[in-house]
């Protein structure tokens, strides 16, 4: 999951809607229900479209006051999270 030639982009495989300031996922081949809050709910609507880890930093940098080293982790961590879970893909 490193390197920042692959884009990441949400499954086809779970729908999610807006809680407040919260997201609610469900994963529908498993019918498990995820939520994010904070910086997981603005990497989450980054996601519309396939975007990079280093994009996603940038956004996230933009919204957040935060370092690029501690973004960056934060960042791979969180897509590693939702990649393991199904919820989204890596592509090239």
């Known amino acids: ?10 499954s086809a495989r779970q729908v999610s809607c807006r809680i407040n300031d919260e997201v609610a996922i469900l ?9 994010l809050q904070g910086v997981g709910v603005h990497i989450w609507d980054s996601l519309e479209q396939p975007r990079s880890v280093d994009d996603l930093c940038a956004s996230v940098m933009a ?9 960056q982790a934060d ?4 897509l590693g999270s939702l990649e393991a879970e199904g919820l989204i893909e890596a592509t090239r």
């Open 1 to 10: 999951m490193n390197g920042s030639s692959l884009l990441y982009k949400k």
């Open 27 to 35: 994963d529908l081949d498993r019918a498990i229900y995820f939520g």
């Open 63 to 71: 919204e957040f006051e935060v370092s690029e080293a501690a973004c």
């Open 75 to 78: 960042v791979v961590q969180i």
